[in-house]
């Protein structure tokens, strides 16, 4: 298994931005998919996640109402779109995945991890 993410970058407060990741080595729609933040010093927080055939999906309340995460099964790919961007979500995002078809994401293990991509947001 391996998953790959991209999309991350700088921008300003209030900005958007679209992190995608990639699995592959996988039968992609066995598997939920997560993400993953840590900002330094800080715990690492789960942002989001979706079942393996998009029928559950979670929000962190932190990110409730601006995040939105979705994937195609065809192309392999989950995405987050993240919106109104705020200073405190700045950290490492990372995409995990768990190999089940469980309806509910929000309580799995995730046993593989993408390398992670960087999120900065200015104020």
């Known amino acids: 298994v391996q998953l790959v993410e991209s999309g991350g970058g700088l921008v300003q407060s209030g900005g958007s931005l679209r992190l995608s990741c990639a699995g592959s080595?996988?039968?992609?729609?066995?598997?939920?998919i997560a993400w993953f933040r840590q900002a330094p010093g800080k715990e690492r927080e789960k942002v989001s996640c979706?079942?393996?055939?998009?029928?559950?999906?979670y929000y962190a309340d932190s990110v409730k109402g601006r995040f939105t995460i979705s994937r195609d099964n065809v192309k392999n790919m989950v995405y987050l779109q993240m919106n109104s961007l705020k200073p405190e979500d700045t950290a490492v995002y990372s995409c995990?995945?768990?190999?089940?078809?469980?309806?509910?994401?929000?309580?799995?293990?995730?046993?593989?991890w993408g390398q992670g991509t960087q999120v900065t947001v200015s104020s």
């Open positions: 995990a995945a768990d190999r089940t078809n469980y309806w509910s994401c929000s309580e799995l293990l995730y046993n593989w």
């Open positions: 979706i079942s393996s055939r998009g029928g559950g999906t």
């Open positions: 080595g996988m039968t992609f729609d066995d598997y939920a």
